[in-house]
């Protein structure tokens, strides 16, 4: 079942429930680890991700069991702090697994998830704020260990947002003798419910919300019964699968708050939103207006949505301006759209021009990445015939089911 395949063409219709976030989850998961009882996480998605967390977590000692409610998480017989090699490769949010040993632990053996250890990118901020709080580090063979005599709290600035390394820091904040000031915290949704889950357990954390958190750290934390908000970027997701074909579709339980800045970009697509108590309720137009979009740290519009507006726009009225300003070799899907018909113009590595077209056509396309994958189905949705979409366990790494969501919406879709 690595490949879907579309028939498309056909306005989307109907209503969904949009699953837990897969973002929060994975660092409350990693929470879980500071509590000396056990947690109950409701509405953790049961995708790819929160499995292989899950791994991680059993493999360290804790015991986990699958409710149907949530994940129930003991972690009272934690000691072990190193992380089997396969789990941790691959999978870039086990990083939140750092933070949260050191506090638990003092001491960690990880791989290096993806790219070269310390350094420059990807996880210099991560080494170096966690650094200022007392944490050694060193390599031995090609593994990353990370010990601490004495964690405590710092004055820390990030020059960058960084989502993770904003989690490490709060993860080994709260546990950390003293006081942390984090300057340039990220913003996003996910970091407060990874706040607001600890708080619950019994951490003080001033400034929730904010780029200044203020992390009073030594603080014994208990277990809590915890549920999981929505996820924005699924949402997102079939917010822009509804734009692309043109339909009507009720996002049940969507976070609104959370997308105002993907609400604004449907509504210069032409598209109309009303919110209510059900959720978020989008009506899209024949074809989608031209958009400029840049992608920024939350409120800014997400990054992980950048591929669902570039396909989107294939089949827009006009010519749009993607701008990626987070992550570096995100356009990997427009050699993918281009075989469907797709007209996008590579201006840098950083931006693309998107001329709209009157239709796409069906193809067999790969995935690549998680969101990008996502957007080839829409890809599939939007345009005339049958597409087979191959490379699907990187989609299936976010979304719980994305065929049967779709064709609860109407959609003639298939896993093959
Ligand atoms: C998280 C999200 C991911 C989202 C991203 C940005 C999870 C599991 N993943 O990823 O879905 O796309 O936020 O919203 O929550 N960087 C450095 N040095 C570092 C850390 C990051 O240079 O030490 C750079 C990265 O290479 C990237 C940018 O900062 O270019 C953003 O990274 P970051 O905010 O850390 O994203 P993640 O936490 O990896």
């Given at each position: 079942m690595d490949s879907i395949r579309i028939q498309g063409g056909i306005a989307l219709q109907g209503k969904v429930r949009i699953q837990g976030s897969k973002n929060a989850s994975l660092p409350i998961l990693a929470a879980t680890l500071l509590c000396e009882e056990s947690s109950l996480i409701r509405n953790c998605p049961r995708i790819a991700d929160v499995y292989s967390m899950v791994s991680l977590l059993k493999s360290l000692g804790c015991s986990i069991r699958w409710q149907e409610t949530g994940i129930a998480v003991d972690s009272s017989q934690v000691q072990r702090a190193e992380m089997p090699r396969d789990a941790v490769r691959g999978m870039r949010s086990s990083l939140c697994l750092l933070g949260a040993l050191i506090g638990r632990c003092k001491e960690v053996v990880m791989e290096h998830p993806g790219g070269c250890v310390i350094g420059e990118r990807p996880i210099d901020l991560h080494l170096s704020a966690l650094g200022q709080m007392g944490v050694?580090?060193?390599?031995?063979?090609?593994?990353?260990?990370?010990?601490?005599?004495?964690?405590?709290?710092?004055?820390?600035?990030?020059?960058?947002?960084?989502?993770?390394?904003?989690?490490?820091?709060?993860?080994?904040?709260?546990?950390?003798?003293?006081?942390?000031?984090?300057?340039?915290?990220?913003?996003?949704?996910?970091?407060?419910?990874?706040?607001?889950?600890?708080?619950?357990?019994?951490?003080?954390?001033?400034?929730?919300?904010?780029?200044?958190?203020?992390?009073?750290?030594?603080?014994?934390?208990?277990?809590?019964?915890?549920?999981?908000?929505?996820?924005?970027?699924?949402?997102?997701?079939?917010?822009?699968?509804?734009?692309?074909?043109?339909?009507?579709?009720?996002?049940?339980?969507?976070?609104?708050?959370?997308?105002?800045?993907?609400?604004?970009?449907?509504?210069?697509?032409?598209?109309?939103?009303?919110?209510?108590?059900?959720?978020?309720?989008?009506?899209?137009?024949?074809?989608?207006?031209?958009?400029?979009l840049v992608?920024?740290?939350?409120?800014?519009?997400?990054?992980?949505?950048?591929?669902?507006?570039?396909?989107?726009?294939?089949?827009?009225?006009?010519?749009?301006?993607?701008?990626?300003?987070?992550?570096?070799?995100?356009?990997?899907?427009?050699?993918?759209?281009?075989?469907?018909?797709?007209?996008?113009?590579t201006r840098e590595s950083k931006s693309v021009l998107v001329h709209g077209v009157e239709t796409l056509r069906g193809a067999c396309v790969e995935a690549r990445e998680l969101r990008g994958g996502a957007a080839l189905v829409v890809a599939g949705l939007m345009a005339e015939g049958e597409t087979i979409v191959a490379g699907c366990p990187y989609i299936y790494r976010g979304y719980e089911n994305i065929g049967r969501d779709f064709r609860e919406l109407g959609a003639r879709v298939a896993s093959v």
């Open positions: 050694e580090f060193v390599e031995e063979s090609g593994r990353l260990k990370a010990f601490s005599h004495r964690l405590h709290g710092a004055a820390v600035s990030l020059p960058f947002p960084s989502v993770g390394a904003t989690e490490n820091i709060i993860l080994a904040g709260v546990t950390a003798d003293g006081n942390t000031v984090l300057e340039g915290a990220a913003r996003e949704p996910e970091i407060s419910a990874l706040c607001r889950f600890l708080q619950r357990c019994g951490a003080w954390i001033e400034g929730v919300g904010t780029g200044r958190l203020v992390i009073h750290g030594g603080r014994r934390l208990c277990g809590t019964d915890f549920t999981v908000p929505a996820d924005r970027i699924v949402a997102g997701t079939y917010l822009f699968g509804c734009m692309g074909t043109g339909g009507s579709v009720l996002l049940e339980q969507a976070p609104e708050d959370e997308m105002q800045s993907v609400l604004a970009v449907a509504l210069q697509m032409g598209g109309h939103v009303y919110s209510s108590e059900e959720g978020i309720y989008v009506q899209a137009p024949a074809r989608p207006a031209a958009v400029e992608t920024a740290p939350y409120p800014g519009f997400p990054t992980d949505l950048q591929s669902l507006v570039l396909a989107v726009e294939t089949r827009g009225t006009g010519c749009s301006r993607i701008e990626e300003r987070i992550f570096e070799n995100r356009f990997r899907i427009v050699e993918e759209l281009e075989k469907m018909g797709a007209s996008v113009e």
